[in-house]
Nanobody
Framework: QVQLEESGGGSAQRGGSLRLSCRAFGHAWALAWFRQAPGKEREGVAG???????TYGDSVKGRFTTSRDNAQSTLYLQMDNLEPGDTAMYYC??????????????????WGQGTQVTVPS
């Protein structure tokens, strides 16, 4: 089991930036970011394997960048050019599955408590 602690959420203006961090306690093959807005399904945002393979959800490609510092056991999400549609609770998740890059919630075993990101319209 991996314990995950997110930080860095908050509010930003349209076009602004925020950076999220997720500290992982325990071994994680893949780490990823998901988000969930009220009334919507949980959506995969970005993920990184232990070896550095990276994948992104279509809605954030070109705007968000994820990275992983294995020495610090920390996952980052740099969010640039934020839009009101990015408003959601953002969750960090860990997976032991080879299917992690499909960013499906069911392939992730452990979840953080989430951090709120708000981009007013």
């Amino acid at each position: 089991q991996v314990q995950l602690e997110e930080s860095g959420g908050g509010s930003a203006q349209r076009g602004g930036s925020l950076r999220l961090s997720c500290r992982a306690f325990g071994h994680a093959w893949a780490l990823a970011w998901f988000r969930q807005a009220p009334g919507k399904e949980r959506e995969g945002v970005a993920g990184v394997s232990l070896h550095g393979d990276v994948t992104y959800g279509d809605s954030v490609k070109g705007r968000f960048t994820t990275s992983r510092d294995n020495a610090q056991s920390t996952l980052y999400l740099q969010m640039d050019n934020l839009e009101p549609g990015d408003t959601a609770m953002y969750y960090c998740a860990a997976s032991s599955s080879d299917l992690w890059s499909q960013l499906r919630p069911r392939d992730f075993d452990d979840w953080g408590q989430g951090t709120q990101v708000t981009v007013p319209s």
